[in-house]
């Protein structure tokens, strides 16, 4: 029998599952190098193996009398830095399901995912107390302080299959509300090793992480890349653009990723400073070996603005929570602005019409992904489950065409999806919230183009008696996220509609150019 083409073999071995193993491999990838500096964060730094116990730690107590969690849902709302990985990790070590949930979504949003992730644990960090414990308490969760978790007394762990659930991420949808997004253990490892082979992570790298981590990129993209290569992660508790600065210009980071709108505000604060400020931040800057824009289309100015001032030419990579990243520009060779790339290794992609028929190179279709690091299911809706796969690829809903074997996004199959700020927003869900107010009729939010935020949100608004946009602001700041508050509103007499009633969101838009 003739030998099998290389192409083909290296689809078995990507597709093959990995053997079983006693401990999620992240973790045994950091026993690896225990001695070596894992996290920096303001309050000093911390190795690979104090990242071990205290995540051992944290497993023990989460465990109590039990032997395994058997995927019990466990939510987490911790800041940025070292205790979030250890109780992360934790969750995963005693078995369980972790599932990160946002300090800056406000009550009804919390409220929800615990609900809807049916988590049985809430772990929380004291700066978040008091106001946590009442949402605990309501929803019969035990309460875990993140200070107790970590310190104590350790015990036996269970042991952990490759095929167990291990993450629930919510992203925004085509309906109302959130779904709950999961992901194995073996589709965090495929998301993983695809990443550490295309952009060639080392254990000599060293990250600045600036993210919010409830979120894909910042989860797998910079923490867990780098504590697989062993490299160091710094993470910053919150975004500083002048802070940012002086790290990316003190030649000890190699790596750095972001969305477009943190580069805007980079930008913003370079240009205040004085040339030779100017000149020293961007020589310094030039001596990353990889910066990556993602989470939302990177504007070719700023693309420009960018190179011109650092030198680099982004990195523009498209993934999502269900899929992790499918399609890169390459770390060597050539980059070309408004374009995605090609299909990273062990994803398959493929552009198809709206029967599934795949289409011709040059013409429009929509992103469909198949492969391991692709999720298992939305937790809980077996229906929104269903229609998200066809013949077991994923239907990403994104519009796409190839050109010189390169991907470029055209836009959303729907217009009720909005990227802003990294951020995948339900125009549905916010709509829905506004109703809510007793003196708002109706409305309409769509996404705007804009330089800095890539979509910016908007709402036309039909009031039942006189309200202000800091009146919306304020009850919209009440029951949304933050970056799901419209920045731009309208009041209307009327919304345009179709024949048939249907709100005209082209038209919409119109109104706010």
Partial sequence: MKDKPAVFKRIVNWFAPPPPWRVPLLIQRASQQSDRVAIA???????????????????????????????????????????????????????????????LHPAPEIEYVLSNSQATTFVVHPQFEPAIPRIAHAGGLRLVDTTAAVSSDIRRLPEINFHRRAMILYTSGTTNRPKGVVATHTGIHAQIKTLIDAWEWTANDRTLLVLPLHHIHGIINVLSCAMWAGALCEIHSSFDADRVWERLSSGEVTVFMAVPTIYTKLIAAWEKENPERQALLSDGCSRLRLMVSGSAALPVPILEKWKSISGHTLLERYGMTEIGMALSNPLHGERRPGYVGTPLPGVDVRLVDENGKCVEEGSPGEIEVRGPSVFQEYWNNDEATRNAFRDGWFRTGDIAMVENESYRILGRRSIDIIKTGGYKVSAL???????????????????????????????????????????????????????????????????????????????VKILFR
């Fill in 41 to 103: 964060e303001s309050n000093g730094t911390y190795s690979y193996q104090e990242l071990l116990d205290a995540s051992h730690r944290v497993a023990s107590c989460l465990l109590g009398k039990a032997d395994d969690l058997g995927e019990a849902r466990v939510a987490f709302m911790v800041p940025p830095g070292f205790a979030y990985a250890a109780i992360q990790w934790g969750i995963w070590r005693a078995g369980g399901v972790a599932v990160p949930v946002s300090p």
């Fill in 429 to 507: 869900e916010i709509e829905a919230a506004l109703r809510e107010h007793p003196d708002i009729a109706d409305c309409a939010v769509v996404g705007i183009e804009d330089p800095e935020w890539g979509e910016r949100l908007c709402a036309a608004i039909i009031v039942r008696k006189t309200l202000s946009n800091k009146d919306v602001r304020e009850w919209a700041c009440r029951h949304l996220a933050p970056y799901k508050v419209p920045t731009r509103m309208l009041i209307l007499d009327s919304l345009p509609r179709n024949a048939m009633g249907k709100v005209l969101k082209p038209e």
